[in-house]
């Protein structure tokens, strides 16, 4: 009875080992699991920041665009203006001229 009792303790021990290792080995596996996870959450952060910066740049260089854009504009109106009013100036010539001759004739 001795040697049955050795025998289920022997086998119990064997059972518990057993248990133990696949715990160990469960819990190794979802630390390798977060670690992983963890090392992707990271790369993906970092990749998210590059992507911001970029982004920014992106919009610092369209509102340096747009003021740029701005300046033509305001540009193009001051010579349309000055247009304008060389095409009075000569109008009005035009129009002396033409009263000229007319009191001339």
């Known amino acids: 009875q001795n040697s049955k009792k050795e025998n289920l303790l022997s086998r119990g021990e064997e059972m518990l080992l057993g248990a133990l290792q696949e715990a160990v080995t469960s819990q190794s596996d979802e630390q390798s699991l ?39 504009i305001i540009q193009l109106e001051n010579e349309s203006n000055v ?21 001339s004739a």
């Open 34 to 72: 977060l670690a992983f996870t963890n090392i992707t959450l990271k790369d993906n952060v970092k990749r998210a920041k590059f992507e911001l910066r970029d982004a920014r740049d992106d919009m610092l260089v369209l509102k340096l665009q747009e003021q740029k854009i701005k300046r033509d």
């Open 83 to 103: 247009l304008d009013e060389e095409q009075r100036a000569m109008k009005s010539s035009f129009d002396l001229l033409h009263t000229l001759r007319h009191f």
